[in-house]
């Protein structure tokens, strides 16, 4: 393998690597980007929604090029009971602007895209290749990596750890600890096949429009969850998932609950007749801002999943990934053109960069969200969820009963399930975790 010394390697070529390897490239720094997969993104998983803001920072005119499925028009979200959903949904023909928001992608796609856009900025791509080792110099300094192929140590100034939400490099280096059960989900999804138009026509869209579906309630069976449907050109993505330690707690398996979240009424319809090609497992970090390691050290950043920077509130992983990726990247660079070393001291310029970003703004808004959802998971997605379809149903079934006793009966049996302290309780606590 490659001898020589380079300016930065960066492990993985997922939306974080990319993006740092596309920034630190794109400035004329010597790049070696190492993936294990076959080619960049064919492990790689996401629902997944694209948000555009984040990549054209990077890539301006990535329209042009990139392969994108359909540009969000419209978003709906459902509580949902066994039998009900009680739904929230906003569409606006304002998001069928000359250049969309958001997009649904299909991740290997869009990562062999975007690895080609790193290597057309001169970056080394190697794909099959596992990093096994950080290497250190005897001061504790990352100095290089070393890989699952023949030969010793690669050396480079900084390594940018790009290695997604398990982080067994930096766990193994001493980095970081390993990612707790109660802060990563474990979500699978399918992609179901249809023709074009039966899409368009089931989830009233035209041309290249897509929707998004985002579903909370009975189908966690108490579990802290979520289930998904996103629209692409010619499929659809179906998805769920929830907390690793709340699936050791439970007797519930992730396929189990994708199977019934499937043949849920309201979502069978959708997805009837379709072909299923494609069944992928994978972790997502949903501990939030609390979660969050050592960002940098002497030698080294940690950047995306593999640094915990993910919002789960707002279910947005991959633009955290590009941004940190790029803001590490720009770090270095700065360091680097100021002939500095890589320290710890002087990397810290990337913490600054971060802090300074949505990214760190917005995890740390919502830095109890993820343990309020957690402790309350019952409430939260099962008893309100019940509660609340059982009042629409009330108030929606015409039965000679008069409204002011349906509007008692409602009121009741909040009371009765939850209490009224505990509803004040539980409101203020998600105030004030919202804030
Ligand atoms: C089911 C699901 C749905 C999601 N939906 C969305 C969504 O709709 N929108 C959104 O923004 N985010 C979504 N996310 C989150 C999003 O996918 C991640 O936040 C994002 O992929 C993180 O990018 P990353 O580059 O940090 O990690 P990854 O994309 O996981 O990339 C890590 C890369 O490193 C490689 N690698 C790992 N170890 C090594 C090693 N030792 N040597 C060499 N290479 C290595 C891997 O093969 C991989 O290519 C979803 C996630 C899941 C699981």
């Known amino acids: 393998m490659v001898d020589e010394k380079f300016d930065a390697i960066v492990i993985g070529a997922g939306m974080a690597g990319n993006a740092a390897a596309y920034t630190m490239a794109s400035r004329g720094l010597n790049v070696l980007q190492l993936e294990r997969g076959e080619y960049a993104g064919s492990k790689n998983v996401q629902g997944g929604i694209l948000y555009a803001d984040m990549l054209e920072k990077l890539i301006p005119n990535f329209r042009e090029e990139a392969p994108l499925e359909r540009h969000l028009i419209e978003q709906r979200f459902w509580m949902m009971t066994d039998r009900s959903h009680t739904g929230m949904q906003y569409r606006s023909d304002d998001f069928n602007e000359e250049k969309p928001n958001r997009y649904t992608i299909i991740r290997s796609q869009f990562d062999r895209w975007f690895s080609k856009e790193v290597q057309a900025k001169g970056a080394l791509v190697i794909a099959e290749t596992t990093v096994t080792e950080l290497v250190s110099d005897a001061y504790g300094k990352v100095i290089g990596v070393r890989t699952d192929r023949r030969g010793g140590t690669i050396f480079a100034d900084v390594v940018v750890i790009a290695e997604g939400v398990n982080g067994l490099l930096g766990t193994r280096a001493g980095l970081r600890s390993s990612p707790k059960p109660d802060t990563v989900a474990l979500a699978v999804k399918e992609m179901h096949f249809l023709p074009r138009e039966t899409i368009e026509a089931r989830f009233n869209l035209h041309g290249d429009e897509g929707v998004v579906i985002e579903a909370a309630g009975t189908i966690s069976k108490g579990m802290t969850g979520m289930g998904f449907i996103y629209t692409n050109k010619e499929s659809v993505s179906v998805g769920l998932g929830c907390l690793v330690s709340d699936f050791a707690e ?186």
């Open 250 to 435: 439970h007797d519930e398996t992730p396929y189990g609950m994708l199977e019934a979240f499937k043949k849920h009424p309201s979502v069978a319809p959708l997805i009837e007749g379709s072909e299923v090609k494609e069944y992928a497992a994978h972790l997502i970090p949903e501990g939030g801002y609390k979660s969050i390691p050592e960002l940098f050290g002497d030698g080294w950043v940690v950047v995306g999943d593999a640094a915990q920077l993910n919002n789960a509130i707002h279910r947005e992983g991959s633009n955290l990934a590009m941004t940190s990726g790029r803001l590490a990247g720009e770090a270095i660079f700065q360091v680097k053109s100021r002939r500095d070393p890589m320290t710890k001291q002087n990397l810290a310029l990337y913490k600054k960069f971060l802090d300074d970003s949505f990214v760190m703004k917005d995890l740390k808004k919502y830095k109890d969200m993820p343990q309020l959802l957690h402790t309350q998971a019952q409430n939260f997605f099962l008893t309100y969820p019940t509660l609340v379809s059982k009042a629409m149903e009330n108030f929606l079934r015409v039965d000679g009963t008069p409204k002011i006793e349906k509007e008692k009966a409602s009121v009741r049996s909040f009371v009765k399930e939850r209490s009224l302290t505990g509803m004040v309780g539980d409101a203020w606590r998600l105030a004030r975790a919202w804030r």
